[in-house]
């Protein structure tokens, strides 16, 4: 049986930046978490935020 999870990815920052969970509340909270430890990362090296791109929701199950 083929797992079947939801994916975020954070395309900003880069193609390593996704997380996933195995409902849509899960995935969200994980990228939430993903995402404050991107900019807590990107604040202590002085780096600028990424600029945001459109928001873009697709849903695929892997």
């Given amino acids: 049986m083929e797992d079947k999870k939801y994916i ?20 969200l909270n994980n990228g939430e978490q993903v995402l404050e430890l991107l900019i807590e990362d990107y604040q202590a090296q002085g780096k600028p935020l990424p600029e945001p791109l459109t928001a873009k929701v697709s849903f695929q199950f892997i």
């Fill in 8 to 27: 975020v990815s954070l395309p900003e920052f880069g193609p390593y930046a996704h997380t996933h969970g195995n409902a849509y509340a899960d995935a």
